[in-house]
């Protein structure tokens, strides 16, 4: 499976983004989609997930300014972006958690898109 990420862009503090993630394959009931950050020298983070069945989670420090939806019919998640800070500079990686043909999770990984925030 492939995921294509797009919507990066840069933005001034309290804008809005909106990211899109398409898989290359129908994801299944056992499938979580997600979204995580990086900025330099710091691990990547979670920002949001979702379920299949929409069961989603947020790092705190984006809750309530953040919004993760997926389209299952057209195998897309997004994340809506709202009243972005500074803080949220990143480079933003699409991310599908999958159960791999012998039974593992494994972590299949976008290409990342630059979110830059200005103050």
């Known amino acids: 499976v492939q995921l294509q990420a797009c919507g990066g862009g840069l933005v001034q503090a309290g804008g809005s983004l909106r990211l899109s993630c398409a898989a290359s394959?129908?994801?299944?009931?056992?499938?979580?989609m997600g979204w995580h950050r990086q900025t330099p020298g710091k691990q990547r983070e979670l920002v949001a997930s979702?379920?299949?069945?929409?069961?989603?989670n947020y790092a705190d420090s984006v809750k309530g300014r953040f919004t993760i939806s997926r389209d299952n019919a057209k195998n897309m998640v997004y994340l809506q972006m709202n009243n972005l800070k500074p803080e949220d500079t990143a480079v933003y990686y699409c991310?599908?958690?999958?159960?791999?043909?012998?039974?593992?999770?494994?972590?299949?990984w976008g290409q990342g898109t630059q979110v830059t925030v200005s103050s």
């Open positions: 991310n599908l958690n999958t159960i791999e043909s012998r039974g593992y999770r494994i972590n299949v």
């Open positions: 979702i379920t299949k069945g929409t069961i989603t």
């Open positions: 394959r129908s994801t299944s009931w056992t499938d979580i």
